[in-house]
């Protein structure tokens, strides 16, 4: 795999033996209580679409663009996501739940839908009337516990409905196993 970037933190990462750790359920329950943006991330490495729904995408660097999220071994989009080469991260808001739900459903087909999708000229899927979604290169994979953290370099990007500086929009968010919108209701300070 093509590293843009220098990758020695991420292969060389030093092992740790913890005597003492957090059970699942403990972690779990600090996380029930952080809410997190709602992405769906797609990808295809040859075999066919593939979808899941993150609430992990975080922004790295402006310069360059870069972005990171992770993909858990259990998830069905995981084998086509550890050899993709470029993903598209579709960021929502409110007015996509039906697509986070979609993305988070198991055992369904999440392209059966043809209407609902496309592929961009490079060969990508990619959802329509989204609020926002972001073309990437995927440029290093690290594995992280029973999850894969991927670090993409942003490429080409659409926003169909932007919030104004400032402004809530219809922001989508999980937190503490349900979906939620923010909104002016949910501002607390300027």
Wanted: charged fraction near 20%; glycine fraction near 6%; aromatic fraction near 6%.
């Amino acid at each position: 795999m093509f590293h843009a970037y220098p990758t020695d933190a991420w292969t060389e990462a030093p092992k740790h033996d913890f005597s003492t750790s957090l059970s699942a359920d403990e972690f779990k329950a600090v996380f029930r209580g952080h809410p997190g943006g709602v992405a769906v991330i797609t990808a295809d490495a040859g075999e066919g679409p593939v979808a899941l729904t993150a609430t992990s995408v975080s922004s790295v660097s402006a310069e360059p663009p870069l972005l990171i999220f992770s993909i858990s071994a259990l998830s069905s989009a995981s084998e086509v996501l550890s050899r993709a080469e470029t993903v598209v991260v579709h960021f929502l808001d409110a007015n996509d739940l039906d697509l986070a739900k979609l993305g988070a459903a198991r055992g369904v087909d999440r392209f059966a839908d043809a209407h609902r999708w496309s592929r961009l000229v490079t060969g990508e899927p990619v959802y329509h009337d989204v609020r926002a979604w972001v073309r990437c290169a995927v440029i290093d994979r690290m594995g992280a516990g029973t999850s894969t953290v991927i670090a993409a370099h942003a490429l080409q990007s659409h926003i169909e409905r932007d919030a104004d500086a400032g402004e809530p929009g219809d922001a989508l968010v999980h937190h503490n196993r349900t979906w939620h919108r923010l909104g002016a209701h949910s501002r607390i300070e300027d």
